[in-house]
């Protein structure tokens, strides 16, 4: 197996439990991966070749309120982003996330914490950048202790899954009943 290039490689983690504009959480995963996946190339000077998604996986809700419905997660990788970390870099990044958590109807005002929502995007790491921003901590704190990211990172980072265009994201999904 080729040894993976943990200094250039970024991680973002995608979340959805409930309905957006774009349909049911799945819809939404699959709404956001080709999107968030040219925001990825074009904010990290990244090959496409680069770039994988791992399978839609279903989870059930960790913490927050009761009776919430199960989640959809995924993880897109890539494993060389040609520009140097930097907070500043990072912090473009976050913008650019939640401008798409708005595009799929989130609003932090509106929710509880760890409560129902159409789209959390979680920045996982950038190679070894360590921040302590108000607004980014990274590596994100809570990685290590979620097994819906953790499963499909390992996925991803393994290359189990087979890289596909963002244009094809639904075989995953298929393939896992997200
Ligand atoms: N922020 C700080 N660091 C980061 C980062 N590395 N990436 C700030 C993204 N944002 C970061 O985030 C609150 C603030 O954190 C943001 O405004 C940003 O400036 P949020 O997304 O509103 O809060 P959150 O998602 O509720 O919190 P957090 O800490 O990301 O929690 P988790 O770990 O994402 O938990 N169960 C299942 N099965 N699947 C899930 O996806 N998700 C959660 C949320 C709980 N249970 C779940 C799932
Ligand atoms: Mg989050």
Same mark, same amino acid.
């Given at each position: 197996m080729a040894l993976f290039p943990l200094e250039t490689a970024l991680a973002v983690g995608l979340g959805a439990n409930l309905s957006s504009c774009h349909g049911p959480p799945e819809s939404t995963l699959r709404w956001v991966v080709p999107r968030l996946s040219d925001l990825l190339? *074009?904010?990290g000077d !990244?090959? !496409?070749? *680069?770039? $994988?998604?791992?399978s839609f996986l279903k989870t059930q809700p960790l913490g927050g309120p009761p009776g919430q419905d199960a989640y959809c997660n995924a993880v897109l990788l890539i494993s060389h982003v040609q520009r140097p970390p930097s907070e500043m870099a990072a912090l473009e990044l976050l913008e650019h996330m939640q401008h798409l958590e708005r595009s799929c109807g989130r609003d932090r005002q509106r929710e509880q914490r760890w409560g129902p929502r159409t789209l959390d995007l979680d920045l996982l790491f950038w190679g070894e950048l360590r921040l302590e921003h108000p607004r980014l901590m990274l590596p994100h704190p809570r990685l290590h202790l979620r097994g819906f990211v953790l499963e499909p990172l390992l996925e991803v980072m393994q290359g189990s899954a087979a890289p596909r265009s963002p244009d094809q994201p639904e075989t995953a999904a $298929?393939?896992?009943g997200c």
């Open positions: 190339l *074009d904010w !990244a090959e !496409a070749g *680069d770039l $994988r998604c791992s $298929r393939d896992r």
